[in-house]
């Protein structure tokens, strides 16, 4: 028993410093490289650049972390995010005012959120399957819509609020740190937050301990599409423009390695928006360095997908015993 | 029948010891051709295990095997199958995806030139589900076959190799009235053949209905067995349970009712439970007292809307009078402790103040819907306190405590909420003696501070030290209520009473 009992308290806090250890190398083996082969990398800009750039998939990456932490994922994030985007684009094409539009954006990410959770958490659906329909039907229906062409000529008020630097930070950045705080806050702190976890490490024991399992389910696929609804508005202020194509499958790679990198678990449970979110900015770094470094679109697809396989195996090994 | 002829299989002193667990102890167990022994015990009696050495599962310490004079080795379950030892397991274990054909044969698929003799199983396959008088379609999907049906390919595959040992492990547990009968019909046929069987059950009246000879366990020996007719029901009851040590009472009977707390009215589901009616009063601990398969998880389950409900009603009395309630809600008033301490009961990964504090949390929220960690960390203090429980802090990992402390996490999340009705299901199950005394004392002191507790546990010892009444399940059914008082044997009798009347009634037929 006592042998038992000390094993996994040592091997998840050996899982902990493996994590931690290989994001480090991995961050500057990256960064050392750069010094040398891409110094430009450096400039103030170029680093705030990578930090406006990352805002979007981190806004992503914490709908899709509450999902996972509750034991699910929600793989029609990135096309909910892009459907949400035109929908809003088309009112501000036609001359609505940027507020508005916004909200169609975050109403519309919700929605479609509710939706998949409906299937999840109440038609006891596999969330894999239908997050996965969910986002060949949202990519369609933006396909259809759009023609495949982009919206655009939004408002010039729109830009104007986006595109500021107050203090010199720009607008997406300050609206991510927002949202991180609060997620952050929800997850640990409300009755919501606490719940999640729960229902994600076991929703039977969840249920006998009065959680409302099917609820919490719900209200966690509604805050990742929220959260998509948030991505539209900043990647199409920084596009000017909405169309299908934001929300590639490409992005959904991103996403997951983000999330995972980040350290939460794809057996559910176990996990902190924050990391999920510096995930992001690692995943954005490692893309742009590799971009830097004339690395082909796809060999980058390869690197971030070994990246996935490497960090899904130290969760297995570490955590993933239950 | 030849009574006087030597056993065809004799298991001799065989014994068994896992890491801290004696599981069998100089066991033995004799059968003979023709005849079906029953194989009785408790849970942990040993049964399993021995069943699991003649399957070849389990490698016994000591112990020899004969079959038909012969002394055998069994190293595994091949060396078992080709000594004509089968084993129809009670979890079905088919592929549901696959033909009955390709089930039956799927660990031995006959070849011709590399391929798959389709025709070679189909053929082969009609005549042992012809031998059973089975008349499901060799080419048939398992999946959609009915449990009964399953439960006769299960017994097909057994066949397969014209075994001459058969034991059915609770082959019973989840068959209809009509696919029992034709069980039973299919046992006595194996018997016609000169099968030697052996039974596993938890239903007293099916072997005396299906064997003639039965072998008692208990703690790992064989301590009773012989001719089925020389037994009444009540004598293999007492031999399984053995005379046990009561002890002294933690809690004197309460002599008189008080206000009733919960009614129960005509609760039913399937087969499971079978019109259920009975009351709760404020202040009393009732036991439910049956063996295991008799329905008082399922009921413990049903009352809280874990498992769902035909029909029936519950009424709980909530200060001024008795209402109808539903089940979920009367989840959300109850404190509920499952008999799966560690897939249901807590979450692990979490740390005992948090899953002390799960089902209180809207307590510890301030006016902004945030958690406020100082009460919450306060009251995880005072009941690590007040139960005792062993941690090195707080924010210790449930999962890392002993099974004892565990529970005491598992009873504190439920005294913080102070609700008027628990429902403990084997709460004491898998702690050692000391540890079960402390849940018991708990559970005392919640009746004496006037909470109403329905406790589950198959260690009579236990019930007898604490219950102020008793329930008394068999086969999904409320069948008696015995006073706090009873003795001993009348709760032995209890058990065995419906399976005794139930036979004088057949034999009068």
């Known amino acids: 028993m006592a042998h038992e009992a000390t094993m996994p308290r040592l091997s998840a806090g050996f899982g902990r410093h493996a994590r931690s250890v290989l994001i480090l190398a991995l961050a500057l083996g990256i960064a050392t490289y750069l010094w040398f082969y891409a110094p430009s990398f450096y400039r103030t800009n170029n680093l705030i650049n990578v930090l406006v750039q990352s805002s979007s998939l981190a806004v992503l990456c914490i709908g899709m972390a509450v999902v996972m932490i509750g034991g699910g994922i929600d793989l029609s994030l990135p096309a909910n995010m892009a459907l949400s985007a035109i929908l809003g684009g088309f009112y501000m094409a036609a001359g609505g005012s940027p507020l508005i539009g916004s909200v169609i954006m975050l109403a519309s990410g919700t929605a479609i959120g509710m939706l998949n959770g409906v299937a999840v958490a109440y038609l006891k659906m596999i969330p894999f399957v239908v997050t996965l329909a969910t986002m060949t039907v949202l990519n369609g229906l933006s396909v259809w819509l759009t023609n495949s062409t982009s919206v655009s000529g939004f408002p010039e008020s729109f830009f104007d609020v986006m595109l500021a630097r107050p203090w010199g930070v720009p607008t997406p950045v300050i609206i991510v740190a927002v949202a991180i705080f609060l997620a952050s806050v929800l997850m640990s702190s409300t009755l919501l937050g606490r719940h999640v976890y729960a229902v994600g490490i076991s929703p039977k024991a969840a249920e006998v301990a009065r959680v409302p399992v099917s609820r919490t389910l719900l209200l966690g696929y509604g805050l990742a599409g929220l959260c998509a609804g948030l991505t539209a508005i900043l990647l199409s202020a920084r596009l000017g423009s909405a169309s299908a194509n934001m929300g590639v499958d490409s992005v959904v790679l991103d996403i997951v390695s983000a999330v995972v990198v980040g350290g939460v678990s794809i057996y559910g449970g176990v996990g902190r928006i924050w990391a999920a979110a510096l995930g992001a900015v690692f995943i954005t770094l490692l893309s742009n360095s590799l971009n830097l470094l004339g690395a082909s679109f796809y060999l980058s697809l390869v690197i971030k997908g070994v990246v996935i396989i490497g960090f899904i195996a130290l969760d297995t090994a570490f955590r993933g015993r239950r | ?509």
């Open chain 2, 1 to 509: 029948m030849n009574t006087s002829a030597s056993p065809e299989l004799a298991m001799t002193g065989i014994s068994k010891t896992f890491p801290g667990v004696v599981a069998l102890d100089q066991a033995h167990l004799s059968a003979r051709a023709g005849e079906a022994t029953a194989v009785m015990g408790a849970n942990g009696a040993g049964k399993s295990t021995l069943m699991n050495v003649l399957g070849g599962v389990t490698r016994p310490d000591a112990g020899s095997i004969e079959l038909c004079g012969t002394r055998i080795d069994i190293a595994s379950p091949r060396d078992a199958a080709s000594h004509g030892i089968a084993f129809v397991h009670q979890e079905l274990t088919m592929l549901p995806t696959l033909s009955v054909a390709e089930n039956i044969f799927i660990d031995d698929f006959p070849s011709k030139g590399g391929l798959i003799d389709r025709a070679a199983i189909h053929a082969r396959c009609q005549i042992i589900l012809d031998r059973l008088g089975c008349t499901i379609s060799p080419d048939r999907i398992v999946g959609e076959l009915s449990t009964g049906d399953r439960q006769m390919i299960e017994i097909a595959r057994a066949m397969r190799r014209e075994p001459r040992v058969i034991i059915f492990d609770e082959p019973t547990s989840s068959l209809t009235q009509p696919e029992k009968r034709r069980l039973f019909a299919v046992i006595e046929s194996l018997k016609r053949d000169g099968a030697i069987i052996l039974y596993i059950t938890h239903f007293l009246d099916e072997i005396f209905e299906i064997c003639e000879r039965v072998s008692v366990m208990r703690g790992g020996r064989t301590v009773g067995g012989g001719s089925i007719e020389t037994f009444k029901p009540v004598d293999i009851v007492r031999l399984m349970l053995g005379e046990v040590d009561v002890g002294t009472r933690l809690k004197a009977p309460l002599d008189e009712r008080q206000k009733t707390v919960l009614e129960v009215r005509g609760l039913a589901r399937g087969t499971a439970l079978q019109d259920i009616n009975f009351d709760l009063y404020v202040g009393e601990v009732v036991g439910l007292w049956g063996l295991l398969g008799a329905g008082r998880t399922e009921l413990a389950r049903a009352l809280v809307g874990l498992d769902p409900i035909d029909h029936g009603t519950i009424r709980w009395h909530d200060g001024t009078a008795l209402r109808p309630i539903s089940p979920h809600a009367l989840h959300k008033l109850t404190g509920f402790v499952t008999e799966d301490r560690r897939g249901e009961g807590l979450l692990l990964p979490l740390s005992v103040n948090d899953n002390l504090a799960l089902p209180s949390l809207k307590r510890f929220l301030n006016p902004w819907g945030l958690l406020n960690r100082k009460p919450q960390a306060a009251l995880a203090d005072t009941m690590i306190d007040r139960l005792g429980i062993k941690v090195s802090s707080r924010e210790q990992s449930a999962g890392t405590l002993s099974g004892g402390n565990q529970q005491k996490v598992v009873l504190g999340r439920w005294l913080a909420t102070e609700p008027r009705l628990f429902i403990l299901d084997e709460p004491t199950r898998g702690l050692d003696v000391s540890a079960k005394t402390e849940i018991l004392k708990l559970t005392a002191e919640l009746a004496r501070s006037g909470a109403t507790v329905l406790l589950i546990s198959s260690e009579i010892d236990e019930l007898m030290r604490i219950c102020d009444r008793y329930l008394v399940m068999v086969r999904g059914a409320i069948t008696a209520e015995l006073p706090g008082s009873a003795s001993h044997a009348e709760l032995m009798d209890a058990l065995s009473a419906p399976v005794a009347s139930h036979m004088t009634q057949r034999a009068r037929a």
